[in-house]
């Protein structure tokens, strides 16, 4: 960790003071009477968010004291760039191409990125990762599966880097409902250096609540829970997540569906003449290669469909990121990439 974070002694809220929930709470300067419109919002929430993380740490079979909690993994990937990168002097290592949250969290801190890009297949490159491991980074990032090329990292080679480097390994698995066979969480127990990200963004289905999970050693917890802001989780995300995960059946069932339509997808894709190269996804979304992916993008978008243009970046040149939609939106892309076909 940054030296003088040792010394940091966090801000003491008025929920650390008192852990009980009955009470005359005259403590935080909050309005007692209630809420303006409805809901009853008036209080600060927990800000360790014991609810949550006791059933996390149950279904996950991780340790409390494991167990972080952001507002989105966003806001944990930019606490532990924070927390171990000094300045202008400690670096990260990612494997482009891959999530773009790295490189800004590391550039609004001031810290320099070091890249092993991905081999073409978009595998890791193990000897170059050993190599550039030595230009004094300090995390390595691993995006599994990754985002924008959709494929799991092989797990060998994880536990080969594990082995390897002293720093922090960040295993970015925010798509790992979709195929989670693929997790490595439950090496967090027996691995100092690995933090596992996961989030309720995807498979969950809420995104807009913003609540990334962050898994690991307890020192590095701790270093967190210093660092953050004291109620960084809200209330209504504390407990739309808290109902979520007591109907985990839902989310399964939702994931279930959406592999189906992803297979739809695939199927549907593969028949066009437009498309070039689909390439194999573990995720819910699919890197998909056109002659002419700019063209393609733009008459998209005139159809009103969005998707994502990753044509300039390293090795996915041609092609546009896809997302699995509902049944109609799938199909609805059909469509329009038919209509294109045929004029
Ligand atoms: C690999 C990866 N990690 C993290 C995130 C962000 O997750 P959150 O919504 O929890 O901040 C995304 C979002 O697209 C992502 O693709």
Known sequence: MRRHLQAVKPYQSARDEYKGADGVFLDANENALGTVGEGNFNRYPDPYQMKVRTELSRQKDVNLDSIFLGNGSDEI???????????????????????????ASASVNGVELVEAPLKPGFEMDLPLIKEKMKEQVKIIFICSPNNPTGNLMNRDLVIEILENFEGLVVVDEAYIDFSP?????????????????????????????RLGMGFGNPEVVNVLNKM?????????????????????????????????????????????????QIYPSDANFFLVRFDNPDQVYQDLIVEKIITRNRSRQYLCEGCLRITVGTKEENQTLIAALKKMENE
């Open 77 to 103: 990937i930019d606490l532990l760039i924070r927390a171990f990168c000094e300045p202008h002097q400690d670096k990260i290592l990612i494997m482009p191409p891959t999530f773009g949250m790295y490189l």
């Open 181 to 209: 066979e693929g997790t490595i969480l439950p090496l967090v127990k027996s691995y100092d250096n690995l933090f596992v990200l996961q989030t309720f963004s995807k498979a969950w289905g809420m995104a807009s609540l």
């Open 228 to 276: 953050k802001m004291p109620y960084n989780v809200n209330g209504l995300t504390q407990q739309f997540a808290y109902e979520a995960l007591l109907k985990a059946d839902e989310k399964e069932e939702m994931v279930s569906e959406i592999l189906d339509q992803k297979k739809w997808l695939y199927d549907s894709l593969n028949s066009l003449s437009l498309v070039k």
